[in-house]
């Protein structure tokens, strides 16, 4: 089995040398560099390859909300996944850190095996985005004074009343299980349906969906 290549961007090197203890002690996980920078980050995602990047938000030259939107705005990167490490869960960046592409974030007081399945979880192209997490972003969200959601009709008329249906629970932070249990739908439903809504929406993934679904004023009914 083919090693999840962890790319680790932190200024702190007491940081960085613990992240890089916690990664490899899993097997199917590797470290294939350490960034200082922002801008470092950006050369070695490309240059070693990397599946996973661990982003710290505040580091110096390049900060970790520029360097996402590099990366993921890379056709050359496209296979990337950005995953944040805050403070706190909710940093007071994360909103936009998602809203330029990353798949999720971390808490960095999070246990050595919360950050392992963060890492496979976006690696295998899903998000990072806990019901916490979730209400924190939209809170963070309906504070911002200079959003001007465009109207739902006009960015979600592609979905099916289904898909649409979907992606309102899913955009309240409720998990894909949870959605099954609450519409009656198998767990499979439900994922090839949220599968077929970020498609036509042009989304990475789910926390995209999270974002976009807010700026288009959809709000959540669960």
Known sequence: MTAIRVLVADDQDIVRAGLRLMVESATDLTVVGEAATGGQAV????????????MDIRMPELDGLAATRQITSDEDLAGVRVLILTT????????????????????????????IDAIRTVARGESLLSPAATRGLIARYLTLEDRNPAPASDILDVLTDREREIVTLVATGMS?????????????????HVNHAMTKLGVRDRAQVVVLAYQAGLRGRA
Do not use: Q, Y
């Open 43 to 54: 050369r070695l995602a490309r240059e070693a390859r990397a599946d996973v990047v661990l």
């Open 176 to 192: 894909n299980a949870e959605i099954a249990k609450h519409l009656t739908l198998s767990p499979l439903t439900v994922k090839t």
């Open 88 to 115: 706190f869960e909710v940093d007071e960046f994360v909103f936009e850190a998602l809203r330029a592409g990353a798949s999720g974030f971390l808490g960095k007081g999070a246990r050595p095996e919360a950050l």
